[in-house]
């Protein structure tokens, strides 16, 4: 049984830390970053290139000058082009699916947490199951948010044109890091849960405790 003990302890800490490193992202601003090399800003002075970085629900331009985005569920879409509408659509799919899986999060853990106390197989295999999937929404809203960066700016470019931003370099920011790594804990959770649920599934055959315990 201590390997059992030690499989729902590592679950525990790995929810937890999915939800810190999530929690993280959302609320921080460095999912996009953008550097333009401009050569007349190249005097004294003006050593560092202009760069912007965004996380969910603002946009920063330099140090401190920070102003929110556009409310995607309150934007009046109807004047607006196709791509614009699309682009909308996604981030407001991006602000509703990660938000989600924190509150998620929450409540596998505490299921988990149920589960380990009632030593109930079943309900560890559904906590497992739940993570996995918990794990996937994560997934979907980080890939959603990725298409959405790439689309915005090759909408920006097609407005502009494509020469204005030739200086421009893109690169995601060690927030959609932290979303990644919440992604992969969440996921890593799940499994060990299943394996746990295994264990006690062992343990509670005739003869099987001996091989829980080796």
Known sequence: MARL????????LGALLSFALLAAAVASDYWYVLEVA???HSGPG?????S????????CEGQNSCIPLI?????ESLDMSTSVQHLISLHRAVMVVLPLSLVLIVCGWVCGLLSSLAQSVPLL?????YFLLGGALTLA???VYISYSHLAFAETARQYGAQQVQAVRISFGWSSALAWGSCAAETLSGAILLVAARALSLSQRPGGLHSVVV
């Not at 003990?5 to 525990?12: F, H, K, N, P, W």
């Open 141 to 143: 809203g980080i890939s």
């Open 5 to 12: 003990g030690a499989l729902l302890v590592a679950a525990a």
């Open 52 to 59: 912007s970085h965004s996380g969910l629900w603002r946009i």
């Open 71 to 75: 409310d995607p569920f309150t934007s």
């Open 125 to 129: 295999l559904f906590t497992g199951c």
């Open 46 to 50: 003006h050593a560092e290139p202009l």
């Open 38 to 40: 401009d050569g007349n």
